[in-house]
Nanobody, 124 residues
């Protein structure tokens, strides 16, 4: 059974940093594009960042460009989201997803596997 497990969430002051990790099991990790989405209360889940299977291609939503960095370690079957200069509007449950290919990578419906999410709270 494929599992994605997020970790690293928590409470941080505005301007602070957090690093999220998504560790996978029973998945041919190196074949899959990985992405982070987030969902704030009362809002739909939205795309945050994605990284291709090789790590050579990344994509970010505009509000996080220059502040967040997505990366992956194929030897560890893990993808990361380094979040700097956090803002209150970044507060949400963050989910990682895995899928093959890159077309429509910003669309959550295109993802095959999901983690359970990790809460990020940013105090102002």
């Amino acid at each position: 059974q494929v599992q994605l497990v997020e970790s690293g969430g928590g409470l941080v002051q505005a301007g602070g940093s957090l690093t999220l990790a998504c560790t996978t099991s029973n998945l041919a990790f190196a074949d899959y594009a990985m992405a982070w989405f987030r969902q704030a209360p009362g809002k739909e889940r939205e795309f945050v960042a994605a990284v291709s299977w090789s790590g050579s291609r990344t994509l970010y939503t505009d509000p996080v460009k220059g502040r967040f960095t997505i990366s992956r370690d194929n030897a560890m079957n893990t993808t990361y989201l380094q979040m700097n200069s956090l803002k209150p509007e970044d507060a949400a449950v963050y989910y990682c997803g895995a899928r093959l290919g890159w077309v429509r990578i910003t669309t959550d419906a295109s993802f095959t596997y999901w983690g359970q999410g990790t809460q990020v709270t940013v105090s102002s």
